[in-house]
């Protein structure tokens, strides 16, 4: 800094001091507000990462309380797919069921007893073995004297902990009212009915505190439609019965989560003054019980945590009451005053500051190349280069190639994991590309998942291959980050430099077509661009405007596949399905240009036309008397993203031809509902309040959770003809089939059978309890002549078409 007297020379006047002194002062401005902002910042980051944490916690407790469920779910299906359950075959099914959770719950099973049955009941048992077996009042510890005379009684038979001796065979579980009330929900509604805040029963003293699930168990084949009908044939209830803090602890105990927070479950719409069920501390240690009035104020997340009828109030509180330290704050205040003094430095100096003022323009230039997330070149930068090497290839220069490379299904792991690990998990893949890739190539980020590279002094093409091939492999190696491990699958399109390619966009256009071709052949792939790709893109348009021409000029037509009833061949409803009567092609099936109607944009209108044409025919039928039951309509993956003129279209439909919606069926396959969002689950919800029916085709083809057959409101499981087809042949295939019908009848859903061709099939699918189904072995897909003709005979002789060509069902 220069001295006093140079500063009194340079600086004549007071006025010429103001520049410095607001730099000074609008420094510090600068500083506070950016102290603030980030304050701000980390705040928010902090909450989120504290609510992430809370909704895993919360979500670790309901998995578990599920698993729990379907252990006492399972009891049940073994009591209702037996005539008789003997004490051994309990104990050794439980065991199964439990496997050492004997400490953390119980099942108990509790047959229905009414009174004219007690004494006969309580005979039997004793003749059994069961010494002075007989229907007690229920009681908290030590012995208990016999119930008196009621209507009915649910006594405990068996028990996974106690033995034929102990004092709680025989204990009735309706003496005792809240057991009771949870018993009658049970029965009354076909559901999972709970007892929560319990006092558990301790023969030895002490008190125990717990809850119960109850499970209804009816008479097998007996009817439980009404209230009445469950009421009358109810067989017994299955019980489970749970020590909270055990549960809870075994629970948690699972879960690699942080461990600095504190937990508190109460039960939902409990008073603020009401303490918690269970508490939970750091690292799993006890906490202090506290009321929700006490936690007000401190940094806290709250959510639902439910099972069966019973719901749970989750509460997680930061450890130590606070969430953000604000040291970034201070840091980021503290360099921005760094900064600002740096810069009232330099303003003493003028080639200083002139310096400083390049480095800052040579850092912007270089920020407005780079990718902020990953540090890779960004697209600009990339033409950029490329540009200059392709000029140098026209000059002589080596040839290169192109490698344009994006991630498979990239938007899942963003959706369930969250942007935050789809961030981490991009710079995870940023540093295997650069691993695989040489020190001259270039690696730059277009945006998202998509990534280009540009590979220098290519003389073989055999090594830009073999360089895909290796970045494909690298990719598809599992990645750990915080504590998930997740797979990914890449594709990558590759252009080679060609002195006949008209520039460096030509050959982006090259490369994106190739990755096009990689992803339309089964992605985890590379695939280089070729005259043929071009050719099929070409076709594609071509195919396109033709079928835009074909809805104008009427050369699409609607054939019809009966749905029968495989015991009788009664039709009980068809099936639409499009065909295009091409001019030079002849009849042309979906498959031959459906996927290219949901590519190019007229899906939505060919979905319309197919809508407009199935409501308009059932009219026709319906005037004529022999309309079917149910006529269903396939709705693509296409057609429910614009979910607002699809539900604007069938009620158009239904209302200008004057149908019940009732007699329309939408088709949606189980791929179109794993990518299906919260509005979309309202579209469906909207179609069914219509009145429309939902039924879910090629059931069992899908890769993700049955979660979806609670979530949308399905009528109907329609099963893949997969599995149909080798259900005679293949042991697998058979247990798939028989546990998909299984499942349709606990959740009350028709199913349907895709591709019967044959009698074997027909008999296994009767036997296996599969009511309905459709295939060759009973009619093609015909035209409305030959189905109005069917309709009018009602019914039709299995076996009819088995002489005919066997074939998809659904073509």
């Not at 929700?292 to 719901?311: C, E, T």
């Not at 997330?373 to 990339?382: E, I, K, M, Y």
């Not at 520039?503 to 339309?520: C, I, N, T």
């Amino acid at each position: 800094m220069p001295d006093l007297p140079h500063v009194s020379r340079k600086w004549q006047s007071v006025g010429q001091l103001w520049p410095i002194l607001g730099a000074a002062c609008f420094g510090l401005v600068v500083a506070i507000c950016a102290w603030f902002a980030v304050s701000i910042w980390e705040e928010r980051l902090s909450r989120a990462k504290f609510n992430d944490t809370a909704q895993d916690y919360a979500e670790v407790l309901q998995n578990g309380l599920d698993g729990y469920l379907s252990k006492i779910i399972a009891v049940r299906a073994f009591f209702e797919s037996s005539v008789e359950v003997e004490p051994e075959e309990f104990a050794l099914f439980t065991n199964q069921i439990l496997k050492g959770e004997t400490g953390k719950m119980r099942i108990l099973w509790c047959p229905h007893v009414t009174r004219a049955q007690r004494a006969e009941f309580e005979r039997a048992q004793v003749d059994k073995g069961v010494t002075g077996y007989a229907i007690k009042t229920w009681t908290v510890s030590g012995d208990s004297s016999p119930s008196p005379e009621g209507d009915e009684y649910f006594p405990v038979l068996y028990s996974t902990v106690a033995s034929k001796a102990t004092a709680t065979l025989g204990m009735d579980l309706n003496s005792e009212p809240v057991r009771s009330r949870a018993i009658q929900r049970a029965r009354d509604e076909n559901a999972v009915a709970a007892a929560q805040n319990l006092t558990l029963r301790n023969p030895i003293g002490g008190v125990r505190r717990g809850f119960s699930f109850f499970v209804p168990v009816y008479k097998s084949g007996a009817p439980i439609v009404s209230k009445g009908q469950r009421h009358n044939n109810i067989l017994g209830v299955v019980v489970g019965v749970f020590q909270t803090n055990a549960v809870m602890d075994a629970i948690l105990s699972t879960a690699t989560l942080p461990q600095d927070v504190n937990l508190y479950l109460y039960p939902a719409g409990a008073d603020t003054d009401a303490m918690p069920v269970y508490s939970r501390g750091m690292r799993g240690e006890p906490a202090e019980p506290r009321s929700q009035a006490d936690l007000a104020g401190l940094p806290s997340w709250s959510g639902p945590v439910k099972a069966g009828d019973a719901h749970w109030n989750l509460v997680v509180v930061q450890a130590g009451g606070g969430l953000v330290s604000y040291y970034r704050s201070w840091l980021v205040f503290a360099a921005v005053i760094l900064v600002f003094g740096a810069v009232l430095t330099y303003m003493w100096a003028s080639l200083r500051h002139a310096l400083r003022l390049e480095s800052a323009n040579s850092k912007i230039l270089e920020l407005a190349q780079t990718d902020l997330l990953t540090n890779l070149a960004n697209r600009r930068a990339f033409i950029r280069r490329l540009t200059m090497a392709f000029n140098a290839s026209l000059r002589g220069a080596p040839p290169f190639a192109v490698l344009y490379l994006d991630i498979d299904d990239f938007k899942d792991v963003n959706d369930t994991l969250g942007h935050a690990m789809g961030d981490l998990l991009l710079k995870e893949v940023v540093e295997r590309i650069r691993e695989a890739v040489g020190p001259e190539d270039l690696v730059a980020r277009f945006g998202g998942d998509e990534f280009a590279i540009l590979v220098l002094a290519v003389t073989d093409s055999n090594a830009v291959g073999a360089l895909a091939a290796r970045i494909v492999k690298r990719l598809g190696e599992p990645f750990s980050i915080e504590g998930h491990n997740l797979r990914i699958t890449s594709s990558i399109g590759i252009a080679l430099y060609s002195s006949e390619v008209a520039g460096p966009e030509d050959m982006m256009v090259q490369a994106d077509l190739a990755l096009y071709g990689a992803k339309d052949e089964g992605r985890n792939c590379y695939r280089f661009h070729s005259r043929d790709l071009d050719r099929r893109v070409h076709e594609r348009v071509w195919v396109a405007d033709e079928l835009r021409a074909a809805l104008d000029q009427g050369e699409l037509e609607l054939y019809y596949q009966p749905q029968v009833e495989l015991s009788t061949g009664r039709i009980i409803g068809l099936e639409a399905l499009i065909r295009w009567n091409h001019k030079t092609r002849g009849l042309l099936t979906p498959g031959e240009f459906i996927p290219i109607a949901e590519r190019t944009g007229t899906a939505l209108q060919l979905g319309n036309w197919v809508f407009e044409e199935s409501c308009r025919q059932l009219k026709l039928w319906h005037v004529e008397g022999i309309a079917p039951a149910v006529l269903s309509v396939n709705v693509s993956g296409v057609q429910l993203k614009g979910s607002s003129e699809l539900e604007r279209e069938v009620a158009a439909s239904l209302s200008r031809w004057g149908l019940d919606p009732s007699r329309l069926e939408l088709e949606l396959t189980e791929s179109v509902l794993m990518e299906a969002t919260q509005r979309h689950k309202n579209t469906l919800e909207n179609l069914r309040q219509l009145g429309t029916k939902i039924a879910i085709d090629d059931f069992g083809t899908g890769y993700s959770s049955l979660k979806y057959l609670t979530t949308y409101p399905v009528n109907r499981l329609k099963l893949a003809q997969e599995f149909v087809f080798r259900v005679t042949v293949d042991y697998r295939n058979a247990a798939v089939v028989r546990a998909a019908i299984r499942l349709a009848h606990e959740l009350g859903l028709e199913v349907i059978a895709e591709g019967v061709e044959t009698e074997a099939q027909m008999r296994f699918l009767i036997g296996a309890g599969c009511e309905q189904g459709q295939g060759y072995y009973f009619s093609r897909p015909v035209p409305v002549a030959r189905a109005a003709e069917l309709l009018r005979e009602g019914r039709i002789e299995p076996g009819a078409a088995a002489t005919r060509k066997m074939g998809s069902s659904a073509a």
